[in-house]
């Protein structure tokens, strides 16, 4: 066997931070119970390393997209509530009915799939407004969920980060199905929506963006921590002169001599071409603005204000999320879920 060396890149992820976002959101959701979403990995930052660390805060409900992320998360959870946002399909079965976790039956087919199977405890999603997933208000009003053991039925609110009269009305179709089923506790807010105030948390909230660092209203906006920085390591430090272009296509030429870094990180670390020109590093207080194009591995830095820096050093890359979002033109969630998997990952 041959021995895999340290990865050149590697994210920083603050467990502190984590939780505290966690905290937060739990508290602006009042008396409910706040959960968290850790599909897509855990937003990109490792969905098991995520469980255990808001488990270990008192968080103790879980939420997913698929059975294969149940199963990547099933002994970090251990005990604990977990959902499976996409429901069941014919594929799903085995493993749902094996597994103490449930899912999100989303169309009346799936419904009619899990009794099928014998039911048991499963969670329902109905539509009020978004039309993406869920049964409807009608199908329920018909009886679609009659006998069956609901343990959470939830709704999911579409413009949450805006103020628009949906979220009002979402809110008050989902509202009048109070009652209306045999679910233990009903669930409507994202991060967004805990933001909107305590009308919206119902018994169960479901964050995800905000817990990862991204801020998804002015609500959230210095109270929410960064949890993932991006650190690449120095791969060729160099200087150029007046006349000199960098990197593909020389979008960028000097103007006068500089002093570049080029790092080992790259649009297929989710670095992406937006951050061409637009981004940046730091060493201690300098800011070492990107220098011409993005490449998929590799990324130039302009070094003039860290004269100390050299090969084989690592630049901790700015990722405040809403900055980052603004730099790049990408949603704070792409930046998160697209980070992918050459990462060393560390907690700290
Ligand atoms: C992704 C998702 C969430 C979390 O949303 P954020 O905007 O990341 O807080 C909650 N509920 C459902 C149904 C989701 O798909």
Redesign the pocket.
Known sequence: MFQTPPAPLRLRLDSAALTANWRWLAERSGAARCGA?V??DG?GLGAAGVVERLAAAGCRDF?V?TWGEAVQIADAAAGLSVAV?HGVRDEDMATARAMPVRP?LATPEQVRRWRDAGGGACDV?VDTGMN??GVSAADIAAGLLDGLAIDTL???LAC??EDVPLNAAQRSVFAALAGRTAARRL?L??????CLGADYAFDLT???????G?V?RGEAAGAIRQVVTPEAQILQRRRIGPGDPVGYNSTFVADRPMELAVVNLGYADGYLRGFSGTGAARAGDARLPVIGRVSMDLTTFCVDDAPELAEGDWLAIDFDLPTAAAQSGQSQ?ELLTVLGRRYRRLWG
């Open positions: 979403a599909k897509a937003y939420f997209a946002l999100v999603m993406r997933l939830m709704s999911h949450a980060d669930s807010a994202n991060s967004a929506g805990i479901r964050p995800g963006l905000a817990l990862y991204g998804p969630y």
